[in-house]
């Protein structure tokens, strides 16, 4: 089923079933524009007089009902414990989880509080008028902290999958091209080192495995950050969710040509990510030292969701510029998303010529 049928059935079937479920007489209705990769459909609700919410209709058969339950239940969890989350709101039944049937197709539906505040791409990317953005950066890490402390407490109903049931041999030797087995090769031994790293309760739990500044909304008043879109959560280590904050500080010096003060600015701004994590929560620093190894995890699931999507929509595989260049740093083991290596370009940030790349990417 195809996003546009969905749509479809969701203007002629769907929402007035999802009105009625909610209680959403009189909210006016819009759709969310899908992002790349995207496998839901999103509504933003607004009513004089009542706070805004977000509709979410899953479609495809990629995740079953017991996942959508695990996910709601640690949002639920997160919301109750002061974590910084969109809540998710209960149907007039009861359920934090809506299971519609619509001739042999299934919809799995959930209604969130929409986040108070806005992106920062939709505030042109300037934080907090007369604060400095260090106050971000803090406010990223400890956002992360505290939800990182609440997953230590954390004992779920539904249990959620791990990220190694997932990201196995066995789904990357099924998931990527027989053309690009040297990418298997180093997906697969990555895989490897992850399966012996440790898992204890400081370093391993329930993580967001999405955090980055799409996935929350800042309140420009006070710098709050309410985070949302679980749809990734997974057990896994939480420097995963770590990896992904470094990651995000790339874009605000991804334009510098000098490469010792991309990794000046970038030890800087992580340090500070750091102070506002762990006024929250411990890290050891052992774990903190497998930064670049989860930097690549991070890589892996890019380029995996790459792969995921050309075979959702039905499409040979593709291989554009910033996907040759996500597998160029994997298959080459160019660490730091190669940030701070020749092959990192600040004209063109993480796309890799592919005039060069074809002769390596496509006959790997």
């Given at each position: 089923m195809t996003y546009d049928?969905?749509?479809?059935?969701?203007?002629?079937?769907?929402?007035?079933?999802?009105?009625?479920?909610?209680?959403?007489?009189g909210y006016e209705i819009s759709r969310i524009n899908p992002h790349d990769g995207g496998r839901n459909i999103a509504y933003n609700y607004e009513k004089d007089g009542a706070d805004a919410k977000?509709?979410?209709?899953?479609?495809?058969?990629?995740?079953?009902?017991?996942?959508?339950?695990?996910?709601?239940?640690?949002i639920r969890y997160l919301f109750e414990h002061g974590g910084s989350v969109s809540n998710v709101i209960n149907s007039r039944k009861g359920n934090l989880l809506e299971e519609i049937t619509h001739h042999n197709d299934t919809f799995f539906v959930c209604l969130f509080e929409k986040a108070k505040g806005k992106h920062l791409v939709e505030n042109n990317y300037q934080y907090r008028e007369g604060v400095p953005i260090?106050?971000?950066?803090?406010?990223?890490?400890?956002?992360?902290?505290?939800?990182?402390?609440?997953s230590k407490g954390y004992t779920p109903v539904q249990r959620r999958y791990s990220f190694l049931d997932k990201y196995n041999a066995e789904y990357i030797e099924k998931l990527i091209p027989d053309s690009l087995s040297r990418l298997k090769?180093?997906?697969?031994?990555?895989?490897?080192?992850?399966?012996?790293?440790?898992?204890s309760n400081e370093s391993y739990g329930m993580i967001h495995f999405d955090y980055?500044?799409?996935?929350?909304?800042?309140?420009?008043?006070?710098?709050?950050?309410?985070?949302?879109?679980?749809?990734?959560?997974?057990?896994?280590w939480y420097m995963c969710d770590l990896a992904s904050i470094w990651r995000n500080g790339v874009g605000w010096i991804q334009f510098e040509t000098d490469a010792n003060k991309r990794k000046e600015f970038m030890d800087d701004y992580f340090k500070v990510c750091l102070e506002g994590y762990r006024s929250e929560?411990?890290?050891?620093?052992?774990?903190?030292?497998?930064?670049?190894?989860?930097?690549?995890?991070?890589?892996?699931?890019?380029?995996?969701?790459a792969?995921?999507?050309?075979?959702?929509?039905?499409?040979?595989?593709?291989y554009d510029e910033a996907l040759s260049y996500l597998i160029k740093c994997m298959e080459e083991d160019i660490p730091y998303m190669?940030?701070?290596?020749?092959?990192?370009?600040?004209?063109?940030?993480?796309?890799?010529?592919?005039?060069?790349?074809?002769?390596?990417?496509?006959?790997?």
């Open positions: 049928e969905v749509v479809q059935i969701g203007d002629t079937y769907l929402l007035p079933l999802v009105s009625e479920l909610y209680g959403l007489e977000i509709l979410r209709i899953a479609f495809l058969n990629d995740r079953s009902r017991e996942d959508f339950l695990a996910e709601v239940q640690y260090t106050e971000y950066y803090y406010n990223c890490g400890k956002t992360l902290g505290k939800l990182h402390q609440l090769e180093k997906l697969v031994a990555l895989l490897t080192t992850v399966e012996g790293l440790e898992r980055g500044d799409g996935n929350y909304h800042i309140d420009f008043d006070t710098g709050q950050i309410t985070v949302y879109d679980f749809d990734n959560s997974c057990f896994c929560t411990n890290i050891g620093d052992a774990m903190l030292d497998q930064l670049p190894l989860f930097i690549q995890i991070n890589l892996l699931e890019n380029i995996v969701d792969f995921e999507c050309m075979q959702h929509a039905g499409e040979e595989p593709e190669g940030f701070f290596h020749e092959i990192y370009s600040c004209e063109e940030p993480f796309e890799y010529a592919l005039k060069e790349a074809a002769g390596e990417v496509y006959d790997s």
